[in-house]
C-alpha cells in the first residue's frame, strides 16, 4: 500500500478567519450584549438533587424584589395532558413527557430540571430573585446506571409509568417505559439448516 498523499482545500490550513480579530479584542457584538427597550432577562432556578419530592416553594420574597417582573413555578403551567403519542414532524412524540420535562411540578427529576424561573430588568436582578427563592427538597434516592434502573427493587422516577409492550399488563410501575421485541425470520429453522 502506498502512501496517499491529497491536497485539501481547507483541511490541515488555518484559514484567517474574518472575525477572529474582533473575537479576541472584545469588539465582536453578541446575542447577549443587545439591549432593547423594555427587555427582560431570564434566570432559571434548577434542583441540585438527581431525585427529590419538592414539599414546598416560597417565591414570595423573589416576587417583591424590585425590578422582578414574573416568578414562574411548575404550578403556574397546566397539567400535563395524558401519555398519548401523537405525530410531531417525523417521529411521533409524547407530550406529556416532554411537559414533565420544562418544569418540575411534585417531582425533580434529575440534577438541573428547572424548579422555578424569573423574568427581571436587569441580569443582576435575576440572579438575585433567584437567590431568594426557598425550595423545600425531600432528597430521594436515585440510580445513574441503566442496568440498576431496571431492577423490581430501583427506586422509581415516575409512580404512574407501566411498562408498555408485556403481557399480561403489569400491576406495578417501572422504571421500563417500553419493551419491544424484533424478530427476523425463524431462528429454529435456520439453526436446523445450519
Do not use: C
Not at 427597550?37 to 431570564?42: D, H, R, T
Not at 403556574?76 to 416532554?98: I, K, M, Q, S, T
Not at 408498555?164 to 417500553?178: E, R, T, W
Amino acid at each position: 500500500m502506498g502512501k496517499e498523499t491529497q491536497e485539501f482545500k481547507w483541511v490541515g490550513k488555518r484559514p484567517i478567519r474574518p472575525d477572529g480579530v474582533d473575537k479576541v479584542t472584545g469588539r465582536a457584538k453578541f446575542g447577549a450584549d443587545m439591549h432593547l427597550p423594555g427587555m427582560l432577562i431570564g434566570r432559571v432556578l434548577r434542583s441540585p438533587h438527581a431525585h427529590a419530592r419538592i414539599r414546598s416553594i416560597d417565591t414570595t420574597k423573589a416576587a417583591s424584589l424590585p425590578g422582578v417582573k414574573a416568578v414562574v413555578t411548575g404550578s403556574d403551567f397546566p397539567p400535563p395532558p395524558p401519555p398519548v403519542w401523537e405525530a410531531a414532524g417525523e417521529v411521533p412524540v409524547n407530550f406529556r413527557d416532554l411537559a414533565r420535562n420544562v418544569m418540575a411540578r411534585d417531582k425533580a427529576l434529575y440534577d438541573g430540571h428547572a424548579v422555578a424561573a424569573v423574568a427581571a430588568t436587569s441580569a443582576a436582578i435575576a440572579e438575585e430573585a433567584i437567590d431568594l427563592i426557598e425550595v423545600d427538597y425531600e432528597v430521594l434516592p436515585h440510580v445513574i446506571d441503566v442496568k440498576a434502573a431496571m431492577k423490581p427493587d430501583a427506586p422509581l422516577l415516575h409512580d404512574d409509568l407501566f411498562t408498555d409492550g408485556v403481557s399480561p399488563k403489569p400491576d406495578k410501575p417501572s422504571n421500563i417505559a417500553k419493551r419491544m421485541e424484533f424478530v427476523l425470520g425463524d431462528i429454529e429453522a435456520g439453526f436446523s439448516k445450519a
